[in-house]
């Protein structure tokens, strides 16, 4: 299989229990290639620089990218010291 299925917001658990196979199954079904997450990543962190760049706060870039204000703070780490 080489496209993730979505979950929809069920647990890997509940799907588990649901489908009849293994966690680990659903697990290998669902989540995301590393490659692609951590390009993803990649791309999140130099986005979180380039807004903080303009002058936006950590709330504001959190608000604006749909994540927690604890991730803009870890992708920040290092450079603001």
């Known amino acids: 299989m080489t496209e993730r299925l979505p979950r929809n917001g069920i ?8 489908t ?6 659903i697990i290998r ?9 951590l390009s ?9 620089r380039e807004l903080r760049g303009t ?5 504001a870039i959190a ?3 749909g994540c ?5 703070h870890h992708a920040l780490a290092g450079i603001e010291r």
């Not at 647990?11 to 649901?18: G, N, P, Q, Y």
């Not at 009849?20 to 199954?25: D, I, K, L, P």
């Open 11 to 18: 647990t890997v658990r509940e799907l588990a229990e649901r």
């Open 20 to 25: 009849g196979v293994s966690t680990a199954s």
């Open 55 to 59: 002058g936006m706060s950590m709330r």
């Open 40 to 48: 993803r990543a990649q791309q999140r962190r130099e986005k979180i």
């Open 29 to 37: 079904w669902t989540s995301e290639p590393r490659e692609a997450y």
């Open 63 to 65: 608000n604006e990218l």
């Open 68 to 72: 927690s204000v604890g991730t803009v």
